[in-house]
């Protein structure tokens, strides 16, 4: 374990280090020019050379690649410089933020979890029935409907209509719901099936049909034995997904005005804060190999197989 986790982190650092290199110089590349944004030349009378002036003390008038080696240099020492638009460290303001969209991803999971679980579980259990049917059904609805367009659903019908939920903002642990089952529900449905398919091939293999013939209770048999096999499939898609699961947390805080990382993130690009959209990718660079990291390790919590490798080798 303690090789793997040696090697994720050299993996760590040199996906991050080309990750802030290239979104460093996409950004830079962007039309738009934050001097101007920062400076509010439409409100109010801005010379040239005072626009220039200001260009020269931020440091735009270097070549790209001495830009990018200040910036890192900086970013080594956890100095990620401050917002254009409110003057703040980045690393306050990320900080501030992240709190909120930790909350909306971790009510997104208790949704995956408490939907997918259960109904992967029954329908292979009771293959070709009824509740199969219904849980196949929902699966291929649940992964049509676009988040964005569900949210709008789910405000139209619950908070405008019946006056239920409240939708704007963070208002307490109700205000929660709408945007956990608006970020969780297509990503249930995803998980039901491809939980459903690994149960029924764990279940046909022979070690099953062994315990089966020793007289191992069925219940026992399903969720101590097939269920803990079958996770394995679907904790390494929960690895691949968090790109997934982060980046449609920015579509759900957009629309219900959630105060976190997301919202931040597309107020940033369009103001064009440089400082802030390169914080905010190096810690979603951090975090998503971070997640995949401790998804690896789980593996060997999961399948006794690979600490007998490990330990033979």
Known sequence: MLRLCLSRIIQLVIVLFCITFLS????????????????????????QAEIQEVRREMGFDLPLHVQYVRWLQQALQFDFGESYLTNRPVTDEIMNRIPATLQLMGGGMLVVLMVSIPLGVYSAIHQSKMIDHLGRGFAFLGASIPNFWLGLLLIQVICVELGILPFIGYQGIESMILPSVTLGLAMAAVYARLLRASMLDTMNKPYIHLLKIRGIKEKSLTFKYALRESLIPVITMFGMSLGNLLAGAIVVEILFSWPGLGKMAVEAILNRDYPLIQGYILFAGIFVMLVNLIVDLSYYVLDPRLRLKEHQA
């Open 24 to 47: 460093f110089i996409l950004i830079k590349l962007a039309p738009g020019d934050p001097v101007k944004s920062m400076l509010n030349v439409d409100e109010v009378t801005i010379t």
